[in-house]
């Protein structure tokens, strides 16, 4: 793609931010874009809208946009759907109006109906599954940032592991506010109760209610299938300094772990702790120990 690419300062965060739309085409200097060119939600998108409108012809480069736009060439045109990857090419024919742009419609519509995408790499820490680019909550929820700059949150390998099958997951309405290390979600089985803490605060905006209806679907796919819901986030910087990613994820995964290996060969036995790591149902493999004490230990509720 055209432009060059810049990284946030944020650890973890490895999400390209890319040149603003109105960077790559020469009108304003400098501007990166921090929501994946989701520019029907983008305030300075819509200030420039509004100033580059032919309503406005005090303002020659407004005025004068139509003109402008026609004259640049087809890398200064990319769609902003091609620019996330979601088409392989195309060229805007609309200065820019996703508005006014059919194609626009219909892929923004796609994007709301389909499954947030999981992000590709992943790193094995003693056994557990821990995706690159991913935000971890020390109470073992996760938080990834999504298309537009939503969040999604779940449940990490650790601990759809420890709680096993899950026969039932509670999760707020849409439109309900959660607030970071507030109760987010809870999960429910033979009659047992594991509240989880929200990795970061703000309103749901969607619901994954596949997960809902097949709750063995945490289990199996904490990450992909079983992720539980979108939240638009309020402080999200801010609540991303106090989550884990990269190497200091790794360092307090492989403590958690070692962890649960003295509880298990204080409770149950030294034989014991590593046969119940290579479950995907370690609450089953540890009934002695009991859910509320494998809870409270490692969910911190």
């Known amino acids: 793609m055209a432009g060059s690419r810049n990284t946030s300062r944020l650890p973890g965060i490895t999400v390209p931010r890319n040149e603003c739309i109105w960077m790559k085409v020469g009108v304003v200097n400098y501007k990166l874009c921090e929501s994946r060119y989701n520019c029907c939600e983008c305030r300075f998108d819509k200030a420039m809208g ?3 409108s032919r309503e406005n012809p005090t303002d020659q480069v407004g005025a004068n946009w139509q003109r402008i736009f026609n004259e640049l060439p087809p890398e200064k045109k990319y769609c902003r759907h091609m620019l996330t990857g979601h088409v392989n090419y195309k060229i805007c024919a609309n200065a ?3 508005y006014k742009c ?3 419609q219909l892929i923004e519509h796609e994007i709301e109906t389909q499954d947030p995408v999981m992000t590709p790499g992943a790193r094995v820490i003693d056994g557990f599954v821990y995706p690159d680019n991913f935000f971890y909550h020390r109470g073992h ?3 990834m940032i999504d298309y537009g700059g939503r969040i999604k949150v779940g449940l990490d390998d650790f601990s759809s592991r420890l709680l096993g099958k899950p026969e039932k997951v509670d999760l707020p309405m849409l439109g309900e506010k959660v607030a970071m290390n507030a109760t987010g979600w809870t999960v429910k089985r033979e009659g047992h109760e594991a509240e989880m803490l929200s990795p970061v605060a703000g309103m749901v905006t969607a619901i994954n209610y596949k997960a809902v209806k097949d709750p063995e679907l945490i289990n199996q796919s904490p990450y992909e299938k079983g992720w539980l819901y979108l939240i638009e986030p309020v402080s999200l910087r801010e609540n991303l300094k106090s989550l884990l990613s990269g190497e200091a994820a790794t360092g307090w995964v492989r403590s958690e772990v070692g962890r649960l290996k003295g509880m ?3 409770e149950v036995g030294p034989t014991a702790s590593a046969g119940g790591l290579v479950t ?4 089953h493999e540890l009934r002695d120990i009991g859910w509320a004490k494998l809870t409270k230990e490692f969910l911190l509720t």
Do not use: P, V
């Open 50 to 52: 509004q100033k580059l």
């Open 96 to 98: 820019f109006r996703c």
């Open 102 to 104: 059919e194609l626009d």
């Open 141 to 143: 929820g996760y938080a």
């Open 264 to 266: 298990i060969s204080q």
């Open 280 to 283: 995907r149902d370690i609450y």
